[in-house]
Nanobody, 122 residues
Framework: QVQLVESGGGLVQAGGSLRLSCAAS????????MGWFRQTPGKGRDFVAV????????LYADSVKGRFTISRDNAKNTMYLQMNSLKPEDTAVYYC???????????????WGQGTQVTVSS
């Protein structure tokens, strides 16, 4: 089993940056592809980015491509999401999740963190 804890959320002005972290427990972190999703009130969880087990492959949602960068450090059991040029529409609760494959559907992810709030003011 994998336990995930997100951190790094907060309030930032439009155009600013934040870096989210996702710390994983257990020895099997490198066995999972890791993804970031986000959710606003009344909506489902939207795919943001995913990184393969080794970090060699990444996928991004079109809405964040060129602004967000996903990365991981398997030695530290941690994944990151560097978010630059933030926009008010990026405001959401951000979740990290673990999957056996490089997938974009939330339903395919086995383990989830509790989420961290990101608020971008205009």
């Amino acid at each position: 089993q994998v336990q995930l804890v997100e951190s790094g959320g907060g309030l930032v002005q439009a155009g600013g940056s934040l870096r989210l972290s996702c710390a994983a427990s257990g020895r099997t972190f490198s066995s999972y592809a890791m993804g970031w999703f986000r959710q606003t009130p009344g909506k489902g969880r939207d795919f943001v980015a995913v990184i393969s087990r080794t970090g060699g492959s990444t996928l991004y949602a079109d809405s964040v491509k060129g602004r967000f960068t996903i990365s991981r450090d398997n030695a530290k059991n941690t994944m990151y999401l560097q978010m630059n040029s933030l926009k008010p529409e990026d405001t959401a609760v951000y979740y990290c999740a673990a999957s056996r494959s490089l997938l974009v559907m939330a339903v395919s992810y086995e383990y989830w963190g509790q989420g961290t709030q990101v608020t971008v003011s205009s």
